[in-house]
């Protein structure tokens, strides 16, 4: 399975964004799906994550309230609806794909990762 995350770019504060992971070369729809961060200087994090069915969903803390993920799997997408950005949403969004919904990094596949850019 292969991850292609887009949707990143330079924003400012408050505005929103949103993130689309495409999966390709396998049975997305199997797959429970995820998103992950990485700022600069600090470890990789989990966002959010989603059942393959859709119907059980993750946040991080820093996410509930704001973020949304959702999924299409009719269209092999996973999204994350970024509202209210703040700078320290600023980082590389990746998305990751696996077997089970897991509240950490216990993901198969990854994707390259996309740049979220929030400016004060």
């Known amino acids: 399975v292969q991850l292609q995350a887009c949707g990143g770019g330079l924003v400012q504060a408050g505005d929103s964004l949103r993130l689309t992971c495409t999966a390709s070369?396998?049975?997305?729809?199997?797959?429970?799906m995820a998103w992950f961060r990485q700022a600069p200087g600090k470890e990789r994090e989990q966002v959010a994550a989603i059942a393959w069915s859709g119907g059980f969903t993750y946040y991080a803390r820093s996410a509930k309230g704001r973020f949304t993920i959702s999924r299409d799997n009719a269209k092999n997408t996973v999204h994350l609806q970024m509202n209210s950005l703040k700078p320290e949403d600023t980082a590389v969004y990746y998305c990751?794909?696996?077997?089970?919904?897991?509240?950490?990094?216990?993901?198969?596949?990854w994707g390259q990762g996309t740049l979220v850019t929030v400016s004060s």
């Open positions: 990751a794909a696996g077997k089970n919904m897991d509240v950490g990094f216990n993901y198969d596949y």
């Open positions: 070369g396998g049975t997305e729809g199997d797959l429970a």
